[in-house]
């Protein structure tokens, strides 16, 4: 196995882990964490694509989780910020508890 | 080669951590810790700054953020909530497998896996920064606007918003 196999692998399990984690958690916090989980397995495409496939001098891999880090924790404190709110509303994260749009 | 087998089941196992504990701190924490194992992994193979970047920002700022906002919402029955299942376990994987089936069938079947695996240099940090700020320079003005947004956005979602009848009182 080549270590981009090794890397591509790794990012399909971590994704599929983040993806079990926004379906099955209760607490829309955890619900953030899936997604960075997500987020991050992506990174590591970038990453593996760039140090193992053919060479780059425009370095377009490194580039885009560059960005994608910087709109990743734009997306956390957003979504951190809105639970924050929907919590002061209910008393609650739990998503179960959550079914009603007045608050 | 080495380091990314000893890497890669760490990492996952620190990721199986956090979907799987029920406590939501252990969960944080250990998304914390998987994260970064990431940067390590970044370290090893060559992309330094990448490493530090994911550091500073995943386990830094991410990270303790989400430890942050699960300790103001802490629940009342924090005992209860920690007692109940998941939201249906057998739903979520059968959503699951299936994604991952594609990724590991797209995987085994697809052709850059045949690749050379060629030694890039590592990255050059100088490299980056030229390409930042003349390629990529409209970019990153857009991530600062937005960067701004969410701040001033967060800021004004997290306030203390004052209920519409304690202000009449007043005066």
């Keep these: 196995m080549n ?3 090794l ?3 790794l990012s399909s399990l971590l994704f599929a882990l983040g993806l079990l984690a926004v379906l099955t958690r209760r607490n829309a916090i955890l619900i953030l964490v899936g997604i960075e989980l997500m987020l991050n397995a992506a990174n590591i495409n970038f990453i593996a694509f760039w140090r193992y496939g053919p060479p780059d001098p ?5 580039m885009f989780v560059l960005f994608s880090i910087a709109i990743a924790a734009a997306e956390a404190a957003v979504g951190l910020a809105i639970i924050l709110m929907v919590f002061r509303h209910t008393r609650s994260t739990d998503l179960n508890k959550l079914d009603s749009l007045h608050g | 080669m080495i380091p990314l087998l000893i890497l ?9 951590g956090a979907v799987w504990k029920a406590r939501p701190v252990h969960a944080a924490l250990l ?3 998987s994260l970064a194992l990431v940067a390590v992994l970044y370290l090893t193979i060559g992309a330094d700054f990448i490493g530090l970047v994911q550091f ?3 386990v830094g700022a991410v990270a303790i953020l989400i430890v942050f906002s699960l300790l103001i919402t802490r629940p009342s029955d924090e005992a209860e909530e920690i007692q109940r299942r998941p939201r249906s376990m057998v739903t979520g994987l059968i959503c699951t497998l299936p994604v991952l089936a594609v990724l590991l069938i797209a995987l085994v ?6 690749l050379p695996a060629a030694d890039a240099p590592p990255l050059s940090i100088a490299r980056l920064g030229e390409l930042l700020f003349t ?5 990153v003005l857009a991530v600062g606007v937005l960067l701004t947004a969410v701040m001033i956005g967060a800021a004004l979602f997290a306030r203390d918003i004052e209920k519409p009848k304690s202000n009449q009182p007043e005066k």
């Excluded at chain 2, 079947?109 to 045949?114: A, C, I, R, S």
């Design chain 2, 135 to 139: 390629t990529h320079a409209p970019a």
């Design chain 2, 109 to 114: 079947k697809g052709d850059p896996l045949t």
């Design chain 2, 8 to 16: 890669s089941p760490l990492i996952l196992l620190a990721a199986l």
């Design chain 1, 7 to 9: 890397l591509l692998t």
């Design chain 1, 3 to 5: 270590p981009l196999a």
């Design chain 1, 58 to 62: 425009e370095l377009t891999g490194p």
């Design chain 2, 31 to 33: 998304l914390a810790l």
């Design chain 2, 56 to 58: 500073m920002v995943y």
